[in-house]
């Protein structure tokens, strides 16, 4: 089974931020900055992906308020909000979530970088991001 469907099911503790009916917030177990939080549909769904509107939006409704709420009671000076898909991104849970990072200076324990590629036609990626 699922850890996160574990937890939903409270077959394994843990430390509930948020919870409605469709909903879980949970603080994360490797917490990367202080209030880093997990948000997941109660559903079972791999990812973003492979997820029906109606569970993204109940989720990132959750996130939108649970962003603000954390930011505020923690004074971070912002969060990042992102979300694995696949193995390749970095996903190691089969189970859609939302991670919400608190960030406090330059020197949390995180690192984004977007490093700069080789130049593309952008022409030819539209196409193929289009499908055409």
Known sequence: ????????????????VYEDENVLAILDISQVTYGHTLVMPKKHVRNIIEADSETVSQVMEAVRVLSRQIVENTKAAGCNVLSNC?????????????HIIPRYDENDSITIAF??????????????VRGE
């Open 1 to 16: 089974m699922c850890i996160f469907c574990s937890i939903i099911e409270n077959k394994i503790p843990s430390k509930r």
């Open 86 to 98: 696949g193995g390749i991104a970095g996903q190691s849970v089969d189970h859609l979530h939302f």
């Open 115 to 128: 490093n700069e590629s080789k130049e593309q036609d952008l022409d030819e990626v539209l196409k193929t």
